[in-house]
């Protein structure tokens, strides 16, 4: 199976938390967590389609200027997601500028905002050619976990405790279209660009008896059609799909460790902050990050398949093995306690 989605951290575990997610054949892309994304090149920023945001310490949320910076003056829209204050944050920003000259731009970005609180969701938008003043009304919504999708996928949230609320997400792909090439050789087909339009018909779940038409090679300008079930049949398997979490910035405590299983349950990989060595655990409390170890243990009680922290504590650069050892001995240790 060829994965659909490709996480990678942007930065070392000592720099800013920003992950980005390239799915396989598409030509957009994901970010968790906005800090430093200089690393980032232009063409694969350009690709992001949703953005978001654990919260707003600088550390995840500077890399809001150079998005926009080069979003400007195309035909897009971005949708943001983030914690309590997030419109105010988004706002703060806009209005840092001038904007006087954007009303004359043929092209029109679009931020489209969401704010997510507890038991509610608040969406604004910004739109460039109207000097990103926000349009009127907003639209309000009770809180659901899953807080964005596509045909594909979904991403969920969930509400955690850093000292301020601070978003948890992950990301569930629907399900994973295997395509058997000996079955498109069994029909006569060649392998083209209407796979892609075939997968995506089966994930906007058309009709299984719609006929799905794909362009004869063997006699130029014709076409070949099979009902969409039918052909499924012949050239796909379905498997269960990816899921990958992502958490950073958050205090141990009950609730927040029963959010996080449930969050990241099964996931195929799990992102998690180990900002301190369990020998700093009160420290880590009073600065509301996890420790290694706990960010181990978390990892083994929500069953993720692989696990990888980050966002550590500058004390320990040099170290990184120590808190790579000491949170995969606290999932080892768990794991073996409960089997
Ligand atoms: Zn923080």
């Not at 301190?276 to 978390?298: N, S, V």
């Amino acid at each position: 199976m060829h994965p659909t989605l490709h996480p990678r951290l942007l930065n070392s575990p000592f720099e800013d938390p920003c992950l980005y997610i390239q799915f396989l054949f598409e030509n957009y892309s994901i970010l968790f967590d906005l800090g430093d994304i200089t690393r980032l090149p232009s063409r694969d920023i350009l690709k992001i389609s949703h953005i978001f945001v654990s919260h707003t310490h600088m550390d995840h949320f500077l890399g809001f200027d150079r998005v926009l910076r080069l979003c400007l003056g195309r035909d897009k829209i971005l949708y943001l997601y983030g914690p309590a204050g997030f419109l105010k944050n988004v706002e703060g920003k806009l209005s840092g500028y001038s904007w006087n000259l954007v009303t004359h731009y043929n092209k029109s970005l679009i931020l489209n905002v969401t704010e997510i609180h507890h038991h509610q969701m608040i969406t604004r938008s910004y739109d460039c050619k109207n000097r990103f003043i926000p349009m009127e009304p907003s639209i309000e919504k009770p809180f659901q976990i899953d807080v964005a999708h596509r045909p594909g996928w979904t991403v969920s949230a969930a509400v955690l405790d850093h000292g301020i609320p601070c978003l948890a997400f992950s990301i569930a792909e629907k399900f994973h279209i295997n395509i058997k090439k000996d079955g498109i050789e069994a029909l006569g087909l060649t392998v083209g660009p209407w796979i892609t339009a075939f997968k995506q018909a089966i994930l906007s779940e058309k009709d299984s008896d719609a006929i799905f038409r794909i362009d004869d090679h063997r006699q130029p300008g014709t076409s070949v059609g099979y009902p969409l079930g039918e052909l499924c049949r012949n050239i796909a398997s379905i498997t269960p799909g990816q899921k990958i979490t992502y958490i950073t910035d958050v205090a141990y405590n009950d609730v927040n460790a029963e959010k996080i299983v449930n969050i990241a349950r099964n996931s195929d990989q799990l992102f998690i902050e180990a900002a301190f060595m369990e020998i700093h655990r009160d420290l880590a409390a009073q600065k509301y990050h996890l420790t290694a170890c706990q960010a181990g243990t978390l990892a083994a009680m929500a069953r993720a398949k692989h696990f990888t922290i980050f966002h550590h504590s500058p004390r320990y650069i040099g170290q990184e093995a120590l808190l790579n050892a000491e949170a995969h001995q606290a999932c080892h240790n768990w794991i073996t306690c409960n089997p």
